[in-house]
């Protein structure tokens, strides 16, 4: 883009990268961008992954990261599911939360120390917080027991609001559409939305590294770009995923926008 200089990973300590989009697309890898991330890691560049899917465990991501050459422990993987529970945990540890989620979003909320309750328990007792994400077998009965928990008053958190899941043959409903249902059912939005672009997942993903020049990595605007923007930080955006073009109107926060993440090594 005119005017725009050209970004270098290597200038910054860390990098905050989202998955889908950037390390890959469906279930093909993005074999460009593992190569500059390989990289850029090796010069010193630390790496933190962000996903706002909260279906998997950030031990998954994790192993799977690693698989592609990356350095990366469990602790480096920041999911939108991880975010909602420690957000829980922070205010009211060792609750009764009720999940509406996948696998992914149930494990990190144990791991943070809550007390995952069954839906008969959520729909016949008061519980602390009802946590929402992508939960591809949802039935009327869950969300019958979210609202039930909802209106004995627990806390309403959702992982993310996504809408939608962009695949190879169209869209698929994201954990936004859940959590729509809810809040419809509930008359009430969310009391916090945990995943990108919320600032909250960036403080998680930098909390042990205050005063790092982080550089975000993504291939959305409205939630990656937007993430750095709402958390003061550079963002840069890859064309590998959703976004084919670069943007009309950059965002100032928008250091640069590259076709691959090669172009900015
Ligand atoms: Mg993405």
């Known amino acids: 883009m005119p ?19 950037v390390v890959w697309l469906g279930s093909s890898v993005i074999s460009e961008n593992v190569e500059a991330l390989r ?39 920041v999911t939108s599911g ?57 039935t009327y009965d869950k969300l019958r027991a979210a609202l039930r928990a909802l209106h004995r008053g ?28 809810l809040s419809r059912a509930a008359g009430r939005e969310p009391d916090f939305v945990a995943g990108k672009p919320s600032p909250f997942i960036a403080e998680l993903a930098l909390k042990d590294m205050r005063g790092a020049k982080a550089l975000v990595v993504g291939d959305r605007l409205d939630t990656d770009i937007e993430l750095a923007r709402r958390a003061g930080l550079d963002g840069l955006l890859v064309l590998t995923g959703v976004t084919r073009e670069p943007p009309e109107r950059a965002p100032p926060n928008l250091v640069g926008v590259v076709k691959t993440l090669l172009d900015a090594i």
């Open 39 to 77: 990289r850029a890691a090796e010069s010193g560049v630390r790496l933190v992954f962000l996903s706002n899917n909260s279906t998997r465990t950030r031990r998954h991501y994790s192993l799977i990261l690693r698989s592609l050459g990356l350095p990366v422990e469990e602790s480096d993987v």
């Open 154 to 181: 627990a806390l309403f958190v959702a992982a993310n609001e996504d809408h939608v899941l962009p695949r190879e043959d169209g869209f698929d409903p994201g954990a936004g559409s859940i959590v729509s249902a």
């Open 82 to 138: 991880y975010a909602a529970a420690r957000w829980v945990a922070l205010r009211r540890p060792g609750s009764n939360v009720y999940v509406v989620g996948e696998e992914g979003l149930s494990i990190e909320s144990y791991l943070a120390g809550l007390n995952v309750v069954d839906f008969e328990y959520a729909s016949t007792h008061r519980i602390d917080a009802v946590i929402v994400g992508l939960d591809r077998l949802v």
């Open 3 to 21: 005017g725009m200089r050209r970004p270098r990973l290597l200038d910054y300590d860390v990098l905050l990268v989202d998955l889908d989009g």
